[in-house]
């Protein structure tokens, strides 16, 4: 029996990384092939996070690309405590469109705990944007910003570890 659990909804536009972070974080696993799943998914992980010095049980939400339904989006963003806001170093379309995100976030679940997520780091050699730019972002949008290579499992328990924090502290 778990003290503490966190349900996370990641967001972000298709094809950043989404559902790679959550089977990342959950399983330890990676894979190209990965089909989506249609209608309501979540994976679950209990994890020690150092900051609170116990155990979380997070259940992370995949919104499976079915964003634009919104009968599906209010089952996804109900009794969320945190969310992963999340774009690519590769797609621009996916920057833009954080600050959206935010205001998504803050309509359905009000002033809950977020943060930054520029994912496929490896690929920064093709980055759209420059690091100012996304550094420049995060202080517009007052979320702490991580850099994620979810394919090499780089920075991704950090993530949720922040935001276990962040979540505690509110
Ligand atoms: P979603 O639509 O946001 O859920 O994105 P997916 O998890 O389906 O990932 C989209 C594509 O990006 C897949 O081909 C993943 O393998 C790939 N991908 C995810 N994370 C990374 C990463 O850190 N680096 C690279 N190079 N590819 C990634």
Redesign the pocket.
Known sequence: DFDREIKVVVL?N???????MIRRFCKGIFT?E?KKTIGVDFLEKAQFVDALQEEVRFMLWDTA?QEEFDAITRTYYRGAGAAVIAFSTTDLESFKAVQGWKDKIIAECGDIAMCLVQ??V??IDQAVVTPEEVEAMARQLGLKLYR????ENINVTEVFGYLAELHHKK
């Open positions: 972000g298709g094809g950043v990384g989404k559902t790679s190209d990965y690309g994912n496929k490896d690929l994620t290579c979810v394919k």
